[in-house]
């Protein structure tokens, strides 16, 4: 298992939908040939930053996730074009409840705009299905997740949970800005056909956090 770092850059869509609302029809949408079969996923995480919010203030968030794919800790930077994501692997933890410790390689990471001590802001417990949504060669265009969310602002004691969509593209994606909104729009018809709107909040950590 690799120890260094990766970056990928995520251009996505939020989605805000009713507990029963029904999945979106994603036949005719550009470049997707077919929709691949449903991937459970139970993921769990704890976002960090220091007392006085110096990562919020930098449009960063710090959030150590355990389950699917990329479990790990994430440095999530916003950028005009998108959120990028820098991961690290996933640390030993001997309590699973604990607060997690930040690593020496995040906190070298995180150096020029915070330092340490790093306080747990929320904990964010999401029950994730997730479908590739595939072209004709089998590359992924885009993936859609349905996220059933329970969320913890631990410095208020306050639990909500909610569900959301998002429409990450992926490596298949048009690479220009036009066909990237083109297929955006595509997506916004076909999720508020199913009953669902582009969602008000712009980060699960922001909703956790009531802002």
């Known amino acids: ?25 994603w036949s005719g949408m550009p470049g997707v040939a077919r929709v691949g079969e449903p991937e459970p996923r139970e993921l769990d995480a704890r976002y960090l930053d220091t007392a006085d919010g110096h990562l919020a203030g930098s449009l960063t968030a710090l959030r150590r996730r355990s389950g699917g794919p990329d479990a790990g800790w994430h440095i999530k930077r916003s950028t005009p074009e998108g ?21 020496d390689a ?9 330092a340490p001590p790093f306080v ?14 595939r072209d ?19 410095r208020r004691g306050v639990e909500t949970s ?21 297929l955006f729009a595509a997506a916004d018809a076909r999720v508020t056909a199913a009953g669902g709107r582009v969602s008000a909040s712009a980060s699960k950590l922001g909703r956790a956090l009531g802002l």
């Open 1 to 25: 298992m690799t120890t260094e770092p990766s970056s990928s850059l995520e251009i996505e869509r939020k989605y805000d939908v009713d507990a029963d609302t029904p999945l979106p029809d």
């Open 83 to 103: 959120k990028l994501e820098t991961h690290f692997p996933l640390d030993e933890t001997t309590d699973a409840g604990a607060d997690p410790i930040v690593p």
């Open 106 to 114: 995040v906190l070298a990471a995180l150096a020029e705009i915070a």
């Open 120 to 133: 747990v802001l929320a904990r964010i417990r999401n029950s994730r299905t997730a479908y590739a949504l």
């Open 136 to 154: 004709a060669a089998g590359g992924v265009v885009a993936e859609f997740v349905d996220d059933r969310v329970t969320a913890t602002d631990v």
């Open 162 to 182: 909610w569900r959301e969509w998002e429409l990450e593209l992926g490596p298949a994606a048009p690479a220009d800005p036009a066909g990237r909104a083109a």
